[in-house]
């Protein structure tokens, strides 16, 4: 299935220039244990590529998608590894 970024309607303002990650049907959340530890500094530029890969040794096997400096999981998935933040809307 292939990666791709959703853009936040403009009229939401807590969204604003923001986007999310879907792989198919399945929305990706981004976690401050797979991202250095903290979300402040994360982005999701447009122009950056997005790729997919099979992680049997995270959350008993998922589809993980990265990017520059940028781990997600499937949301289903998050907050099965202690406490932290947690994202699903990223600056772009």
């Known amino acids: 299935m292939p ?3 959703v853009l936040a309607n403009d009229g939401v303002a807590e969204n604003r220039g923001r986007a999310a990650i879907e792989r198919g049907p399945i929305v990706y959340a981004v976690e401050a244990i797979d991202n250095g530890g903290s979300l402040k500094d994360l982005r999701v530029p447009l122009e950056v590529a997005l790729s997919q890969g099979f992680r049997k040794d995270l959350l008993g096997g998922v ?3 990265t990017g520059k400096g940028l781990v997600a999981v499937p949301y289903f998935a998050w907050a099965n590894r202690g406490k932290g933040e ?3 809307w990223l600056p772009r």
Do not use: N
Request: charged share 20%; glycine share 0%; aromatic share 0%.
């Open 3 to 5: 990666v791709r970024r």
């Open 63 to 65: 589809v993980v998608v």
């Open 86 to 88: 947690m994202a699903v």
